[in-house]
């Protein structure tokens, strides 16, 4: 594994604390400041709405540059929102910081995944892009505890010093590590202007896999967001419960991207399909098996193996079918963001329907239906990469 890799999993670590650790200091944060907890839960809501706005944005500006300059850029840009959060001196300042962390955090995972994919064989680039993303699903199982843990012994504000430690460890790897061809080497006809790079908006494949990214976090993340609901009301667990069983479920997306980068790159096509089936069935068999303890443990397990397998693929096939465009690799990043909007609405109303806690899983198996119909398509129109099999 080139040590290159090893510093973008860093990176991608230290932004995916930043994402996840505020939801277990959000009581601090309200009660420091004399804010509502509605108040406070824009923390949450900002960033993301930053993290879909960045990725197109910084992509765009950045798309001449090298490569490896603009993530050395970007995790400067890191670092200095979690310093801006660690200093805050008011609400205001605080979300400002955690709308300048967010920025970055689309299009370091974007252009971080192509240059994962150049640091390795062609035939193991998915496997590259899931070492990268395995920064990010290790943050999802320690994120909150993380947070919650040391908010409660240090305060919330040395929660955000360690991870601007994190970033600037990062970014001392980047620069060590990341060798400068990294940045430069884009491949015979890779588009590198913003005109170039829209262009390759022009593909269908692009389209296709942009809005099966979109719909298999939506079909994820509709289920994952009212969780809590499901276990506590459904399944029988205490709240206290719901801590450990939320980092099962984060083991589970770390196993799901270490499976789904390999099969992707043997049968890319082939293996999207099936995480998308195989999480299609998990909620639906969710669902029905809600009521018991051992069921859901196991289940919330399988949800996060299957919701994060397709993760690698995806992003690889947006960049090949995009011949390279960093933009599109930004905009996979965004179209899960759309999706984890589009899923925990439709969850939100599927409970305001009155149809109960369970509903939000056969929601998410609905969305994660149309996630495979629209993957068998894109399949079917499409050549398999030289190597591979469909």
Known sequence: MPSGLVALALGGFGIGLTEFLIAGLLPQVASDFAVSEATAGRLISGYALSVAVGAILLTAAT????????????????????????????????????????????????????????????????????????????????????????????????????????????????????PGRAGTVTGAGAPTGLRDQLRAFRSSQVWLTLTATALGYGGMLGAFSYLAYTLTEVSGFSSADVAWLLMVYGVGLVVGNLIGGRAADRARDRALVLSSLGLTVTLAAFGLLAASAVASVILVFLMGVAGFAGVPGMITRVTDAAHGAALAASANVSASNVGNALGAWLGGLAISAGLGYTAPLYTGAAIALASVVVMLVAARRAEPPVGQNR
């Open 63 to 178: 798309a001449r540059l090298p490569r490896k300059q603009v993530l050395v850029g970007l995790v400067a840009l890191f670092v200095i929102g979690n310093l801006l959060s660690a200093i805050a001196p008011s609400y205001s300042v605080l979300l400002l910081g955690r709308i300048v962390a967010a920025l970055c955090h689309g299009s370091f995972f974007g252009i971080g995944s192509l240059v994962a994919g150049s640091l390795v064989a062609p035939e193991r680039k998915s496997r590259a892009v899931a070492v990268m993303f395995a920064g990010l699903t290790v943050a999802n199982v320690l994120g909150v505890p993380f947070g919650a843990l040391v908010g409660e012994r240090w305060g919330w504000r040395a929660a955000f010093w360690a991870v601007t430690a994190i970033g600037v460890l990062a970014l001392a790897g980047i620069v060590a590590l990341v």
